[in-house]
């Protein structure tokens, strides 16, 4: 039996017959042309020929633009076409199709055979967790700000104020790249050494997540030589280098170390409604196949927003265990596939009197993530994240953040400088 992989794209025309367009794609992303073959090449070529699985058509209503005219359209592609890999997988369901007019591809599910090729974070939630031994609420991150021109004492500075604050996690800014003032193993063991004497105040674990940069040839080398300075987590700007080059180091057994992806470059592809990949799609299920332990993303509450219908695709394709459903198109009965859970880390202009909305949206298994709203405490760094902390703890036992700001003076401070949402 032929194994396929699914794509759906919403496909925008005022006129177009959508039948017919979806026929074109399944011929013309496939075997090329259909009708013009000869018989006896028709049988051979079967195998190789896309299917139209479904057309949705969406008449604007009454008064509305006559633009807004869509079809979802899925397609089936078989397996028996491309190498089992992202790139030959994107290539092919929206390589010369992403330039084709007004259309963005919004869902993909894999064959079974597909998907078992990808083990998927090797940490993960649960991995993370234990790393940190924390276990029953959301993590909590910091970045770094303003640390290019800097030296390594300043750094340094830095990450123990951070840390000293109570946070679980401490990332590099990703515009921090191999420098000559703080490089990658130096920077390690700076951060290492001020991570230690945080611990032993605060009796709390770090993972510190250095960024991984370079040239493509050079990346797995340089994570086993942040490995072997001691780094204990890697950042990496996923979409400059591709997919595939984020699952060659997931997979790579030398590298032990959970991978935290950053979303630069996102913009350039999933907020238009007409062209791109959906934000699900990028910064979801393909950053978890692809092996990501953590994926930041912009939430619907901070500075950079996403819509919170969005942001929710994100989160349920970072989690979701229902892989016959969400991931498997025609899971055969008797296969047992698993890929870990991502954690998200929905960012960008988080403070702490977000903390109740972003704890609704996503329960325990989060990662309340913030720069700008650590480090521009009125109170200092340290009072940055102690209010999180702070906030974290209020919304995990039911308190308001009026009410836990009352006894505690740094998350006070953070409502009275950014507020709390209606
Ligand atoms: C757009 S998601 C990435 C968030 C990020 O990397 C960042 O530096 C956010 O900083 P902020 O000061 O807005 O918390």
Redesign the pocket.
């Known amino acids: 039996m032929n194994a396929y992989c699914l794509a759906t794209y919403r496909s925008f025309d005022e006129k177009a017959d959508f039948h017919k367009k979806a026929t074109s794609i399944a011929v013309g992303l496939t075997v090329g042309s259909w009708t013009e073959l000869p018989e006896a090449q028709k049988a051979q070529m079967e195998k190789h020929l896309g299917k139209v699985i479904s057309v949705e058509v969406h008449e604007p209503a009454h008064g509305e633009p006559t633009s807004n005219r869509y079809a979802d359209i899925t397609i089936a592609y078989p397996d028996i076409n491309f190498s089992r890999d992202i790139p030959a997988l994107l290539v092919t369901v929206f390589g010369k199709l992403s330039m084709d007019g007004k259309i963005k591809l919004i869902d993909l599910s894999f064959s079974s055979d597909f998907l078992s090729g990808f083990s998927g974070p090797k940490f993960g939630i649960q991995g993370v967790r234990e790393l940190l031994g924390v276990h029953d609420r959301p993590l909590l991150m910091s ?1 770094f ?1 303003s640390v290019v021109g800097y030296e390594l004492p300043a750094l340094r500075e830095q990450f123990y104020l951070q840390a000293a604050g109570g946070v679980d996690l401490i ?1 590099d ?2 515009i921090l790249f191999e420098n000559p003032l703080t490089p990658l193993e130096k920077r390690i063991e700076i951060c290492l050494e001020a991570a230690a004497q945080a611990t032993k105040e605060t009796g709390q674990k770090l993972l510190y997540a250095v960024n991984l940069t370079g040239p493509t040839s050079k990346l797995a080398s340089q994570a086993k030589k942040a490995i072997g300075a001691g780094a204990n987590a890697l950042l990496f700007n996923v979409l400059a280098y591709g997919f595939d080059t984020l699952h060659e180091l997931s997979t790579d057994p030398e590298i032990t170390i959970p991978i935290m992806a ?3 470059m ?1 913009g350039a592809t999933y907020p238009s409604p007409h062209y791109g990949i959906s934000a699900s799609v990028l910064l979801g299920k393909l950053m978890r196949l692809a092996g990501a332990d953590l994926v ?3 939430s619907p509450y ?3 927003v996403m819509p919170r219908e969005e942001n929710m695709a994100i989160k349920h394709a970072l989690l979701t265990d229902d892989l016959r459903k969400d991931y498997i198109y025609n899971a055969p009965a008797d296969v047992q596939l698993k890929l870990a859970a991502s954690f998200p880390v929905p ?4 403070h702490p009197g977000l903390v109740p909305l972003i704890l609704r949206d996503f329960g325990k298994d989060v990662i309340v ?8 405490h009125p109170l200092g760094t340290i009072a940055g994240g102690q209010a999180f902390r702070q906030a974290i703890d209020a919304t995990m036992q039911g308190i308001t953040l009026q009410d836990y700001a009352r006894t505690h003076p740094e998350l006070q401070s953070a409502i009275d400088t950014w507020g709390t949402p209606e």
């Open positions: 970045i700000k990332k800014d990703e950053h979303p630069a996102a930041l993303f912009p901070g500075s950079v960012s960008a202009g988080i993530n913030a720069g700008g709203g650590i480090h521009g």
